[in-house]
Nanobody, 114 residues
C-alpha cells in the first residue's frame, strides 16, 4: 500500500508560480512511475507530467512552463509551475504507479486568477 499526500496549492495571479509537492509513504519500493494529473470543473482528468526511470514527459499545454522532479531520497515528487495561466486552474492530483496497481493523492486546488 502507498499513501500520497499533496501540498502547495493555492491562489496565484496569472504569470505567477507555484510549487506542488507530493510525499509518498508505505510500499514505495514498488513505485516505478510518478505523475501529476489535473481536473478542471466539468472536464476529464488529464495528464500534466510524468516521470519514470529518470525520464520525464509533459503535456503540450505545460511544456516549457512546468517541471516535474522526483526526489528518491525524500520519497517525493514535485511540480514546479511557472507562467501560470487562468486555464491552469484545476485540482491537481499526484499519481504513483507500480506493476500491478496504482494510487492517487487526495488532490490540491490550484486557482489562477487576478
Amino acid at each position: 500500500q502507498v499513501q500520497l499526500v499533496e501540498s502547495g496549492g493555492g491562489l496565484v495571479q496569472p504569470g505567477g508560480s507555484l510549487r506542488l509537492s507530493c510525499a509518498a509513504s508505505g510500499s514505495i519500493f514498488s513505485i516505478n512511475v510518478m505523475a501529476w494529473y489535473r481536473q478542471a470543473p466539468g472536464k476529464q482528468r488529464e495528464l500534466v507530467a510524468i516521470t519514470s526511470g529518470g525520464r520525464t514527459n509533459y503535456a503540450d499545454f505545460v511544456k516549457g512552463r512546468f517541471t516535474i522532479s522526483r526526489d528518491n531520497a525524500k520519497n517525493s515528487v514535485s511540480l514546479q509551475m511557472n507562467s501560470l495561466k487562468p486555464e491552469d486552474t484545476a485540482v491537481y492530483y499526484c499519481y504513483a504507479g507500480a506493476k500491478t496497481r496504482d494510487w492517487w493523492g487526495q488532490g490540491t486546488q490550484v486557482t489562477v486568477s487576478s
